[in-house]
């Protein structure tokens, strides 16, 4: 038992170097070697020279696909089906445009800023020497699959994190301060954040033993606050919330939600970045934490409103997914049934109670759901983990040092994206403006901003 506990140990503290690029020296750690598929003694012991893994390479051929099927269609039809009619498409055009935009960004600078090597900032932020994917070739490796194939799935996490943004202001921004505030925050909150938590060597939740293995403070809690954040900053929506403003298709919304729940396996089997059992465990705690927390939320509304709506076990299952994210490499399949039920209880009070206490517009409950899920998987990644509990270790040997250190890196992130989102909005602001004039918020966001109408009025 030692000898595995050993063994389980030396891998959780080289997975956060996987989401490195190798690039350099020669080779210094296979992903291979730090997944348990070489002995360990080999992987910490001698230079070796990585070599690529066909099934590692499918596998995450088939991840990455995986996560730009959330975003598209899945985020676009969740977040379509939840706004009112004459909003639709403003909602699935800005999702393509953050595929676009995002995509682009992350190519130029983004992955480098990242993933790169920042010298005196390494803390904190990458290097330059990848602008533009500057000497990446087809022959470049990533542990033991293509470099170009790390690049492209990291680019769909990339894409996902704004997108999540505009569920908290659909309805009432514009399409062009929308646009230059995403790049202003994916710039400098996304890409910092990012690379503290996977930087490897010398990035700061790395050097805190942090566990994130898929994106709890880098796509949830970041996200969440700064959907909080510009919700606040831009205002309610015309008669929030007097008038009624129900979702107007919620069969979109609910195919949507299954999309996410299928997209989400390549969001976290994937991030094992191979085909092993790491990534099979993930696939299966995010499974059944989505399946707690969906059947949590509905019992929640049988017992307080007699009827369990489609809305919100759609809810409970996006809620599950999310609190799971920073776990799903370390928990095991009781911890994650546990950290789904949670989830779905502290993200209900916070879309309902917390909300209606504070009258505040967050549309489609980014903060309610990405933030809250996203700062309850993240401390809660500290006990999950525990060998105690079914999981496969933690970073530190006792349960609450973990926890301390995942609190202190969402407390982090809150503040450095608040700081940041704040900073952004008040950029675009005086750009491009916001906000929409009344009467165009009254006509919707389709025919002013896109001139289309998703549905012709006979």
């Not at 921004?173 to 230059?180: A, E, K, V």
């Not at 938590?197 to 996200?223: K, P, Q, R």
């Not at 609190?323 to 916070?350: E, F, K, M, R």
Request: aromatic share 8%; hydrophobic share 50%.
């Amino acid at each position: 038992m030692r000898s595995e506990r050993t063994w389980r140990s030396a891998c959780a503290d080289a997975l956060p170097t996987l989401r490195r690029p190798l690039g350099g020296r020669a080779h210094r750690l296979t992903a291979a070697a730090a997944l348990g598929l070489l002995p360990a003694s080999l992987a910490f012991g001698e230079e070796t020279t990585a070599s690529l893994n066909t099934g590692d390479t499918a596998w995450m051929i088939v991840a990455t696909a995986l996560v730009l099927f959330m975003t598209l269609p899945g985020l676009s039809l969740f977040y379509g089906g939840l706004v009112r009619s004459k909003n639709v498409l403003s909602v699935l055009v800005q999702c393509l445009a953050m595929a676009g935009v995002m995509s682009l960004l992350w190519v130029a600078y983004g992955y480098s800023l990242a993933f790169g090597n920042g010298g005196g900032l390494q803390s904190v932020i990458g290097g330059t020497e990848r602008l533009f994917l500057s000497g990446i070739t087809v022959d470049s490796l990533s542990g033991t699959i293509p470099e170009p194939l790390f690049v492209a799935f990291q680019m769909t996490f990339a894409i996902i994190t704004p997108a999540l943004i505009v569920g908290a202001f659909a309805e009432r921004m514009r399409f062009s301060g929308m646009l230059i505030f995403s790049a202003i925050w994916f710039t400098f909150s996304y890409l910092p954040i990012c690379h503290m938590a996977w930087g490897g060597e010398g990035s700061l939740f790395h050097g805190w033993g942090v566990i994130d293995f898929a994106g709890g403070t880098v796509v949830h809690v970041n996200a969440g606050i700064a959907g909080l954040v510009t919700c606040l900053m831009v205002g309610a929506r015309r008669g929030f919330p007097r008038e009624p403003m129900r979702p107007h298709n919620l069969p979109l919304a609910v195919m949507g939600t299954g999309m996410l729940w299928v997209g989400w396996f390549g969001f976290n089997a994937g991030s094992a970045l191979a085909a092993n059992g790491q990534a099979a465990m993930a696939l299966l705690v995010t499974h059944l934490a989505a399946a707690a927390a969906a059947t949590t939320w509905m019992l929640i509304e049988l017992c307080t409103h007699k009827k369990a709506s489609a809305l919100g076990v759609a809810t409970g299952v996006v809620a599950g997914l999310v609190a799971i994210t920073p776990a799903s490499g370390n928990a095991g399949p009781l911890g994650a049934i546990g950290l789904g039920c949670v989830s779905a209880v502290v993200c209900y009070w916070s879309a309902t109670s917390l909300k209606h206490r504070f009258h505040y517009d967050d549309s489609l409950d980014v903060f309610g759901v990405h933030g809250v899920g996203g700062i309850v998987g993240a401390v809660l990644t500290g006990v999950v983990a525990s060998p105690a509990l079914g999981g496969s270790g933690m970073s530190h040997e006792s349960m609450l040092t973990q926890v301390w250190w995942q609190t202190a890196s969402v407390l982090v992130t809150v503040v450095w994206s608040g700081v940041v989102s704040v900073v952004a909005f008040g950029i675009a602001q005086r750009i491009a403006g916001m906000r929409v004039l009344p009467e165009v918020e009254q006509m919707g966001l389709d025919l002013s901003e896109h001139q289309e109408q998703a549905y012709e009025i006979v």
